[in-house]
Each structure stands twice: as structure tokens, then as C-alpha cells.
Nanobody
Framework: QVQVVESGGGLVQPGGSLRLSCAGS????????MGWYRQGPGKQRELVAT???????NYADSVKGRFTISRDNPRNTVYLQMNSLKPEDTAVYYC?????????????WGQGTQVTVSS
């Protein structure tokens, strides 16, 4: 089955850390750029971080210096390490797999994992 599945969300206090994982299956994981997006309450979905197949990374300004995206191609998994979390980081976090060309098919999205930052 072609899919990406997130895990690792939860409730954390401000200043704390969480690591999200996203496991891909049914496609050639190493060929896809992977990304994390989030959607906070009453907000539009926004990009958090992306990583190419060659591990070039890109981050939203709001998370630079606090979040780190990485990938383990043999394990078909992408991670998002989140440190120094703030209440405004509260959102549903979605994993995205972006194909190298349209011939591979559409983007893949996970079902999302909730991250809540609160004391």
C-alpha cells in the first residue's frame, strides 16, 4: 500500500522537545522529497520543513534553529526533531512525500499527528 504514516505527537510543556516520525511504504522512498507541514487551530496548513533525496533542507523562519528534519532512507523514514517548543507550535503535523516528477503520481499525505504545547 502506497502511504506515509506519522507518529510521535503528544502533549509537551513549553520549552520541551518531541520527535515526529513518518514511515513511507509502497514507493521508492529515496527518490521523493519529504516534508512536514502543520495546521494550527483556525489556520491554514503551512510548510514546516523539507528535505530532498540528497538531504538538502529547508525550514520555515518560525522554526529555524529549533527544528531539525532528517531522513533514513534504508528505513524509509523521515524525522522532525522539535526542540524549544512554543505554544504557537501547537498544530496537527502532516508528513508529505513529493514525487520527483508527475509521472510518479500525486503527492502523498499522512493522516496527521497532533502536537500540543501547553503547561
Amino acid at each position: 500500500q502506497v502511504q506515509v504514516v506519522e507518529s510521535g505527537g503528544g502533549l509537551v510543556q513549553p520549552g520541551g522537545s518531541l520527535r515526529l516520525s513518518c514511515a513511507g511504504s509502497g514507493f521508492t522512498f529515496s527518490h521523493y522529497a519529504m516534508g512536514w507541514y502543520r495546521q494550527g487551530p483556525g489556520k491554514q496548513r503551512e510548510l514546516v520543513a523539507t528535505i530532498s533525496g540528497i538531504t538538502s533542507t529547508n525550514y520555515a523562519d518560525s522554526v529555524k534553529g529549533r527544528f531539525t528534519i532528517s531522513r533514513d532512507n534504508p528505513r524509509n523514514t523521515v524525522y522532525l526533531q522539535m526542540n524549544s517548543l512554543k505554544p504557537e507550535d501547537t498544530a496537527v503535523y502532516y508528513c508529505n512525500a513529493h514525487p520527483p516528477s508527475r509521472y510518479y503520481g500525486p503527492d502523498l499525505w499522512g493522516q496527521g499527528t497532533q502536537v500540543t504545547v501547553s503547561s
